[in-house]
Each structure stands twice: as C-alpha cells, then as structure tokens.
C-alpha cells in the first residue's frame, strides 16, 4: 500500500519522541509493527 502524491509514511515512538522529530518508519525493527499498523489500515478502510 503506498502513499498517494508522493508523500512518505511516517511512524513515531511517541512514547521514547514525544515531539514526534525520529521518523522510525526505515528502522528494520519496526517491519512487524508497520505490516501491522497497515494491515489494521486496509481492515478499516473496508469498513465505510
């Protein structure tokens, strides 16, 4: 799933960045949470 025009995910820890300033969307660790977060994303877009 991409983004449309361009734009980049973003994923922050905002438990560790609160301010949200460490974009860890390219950190290897986060692969499982990403696929995570996105397959939530699809399941609720089929909602409406």
């Not at 301010?19 to 909602?47: D, F, H, Q």
């Amino acid at each position: 799933m991409d983004v449309p025009d361009g734009e980049q995910w973003e994923l922050y820890d905002v438990r560790k960045d609160p301010v949200e300033m460490n974009n860890v969307y390219s950190n290897p660790e986060c692969r499982s949470k990403i696929e995570t977060l996105k397959t939530e994303l699809i399941r609720l877009k089929g909602l409406y």
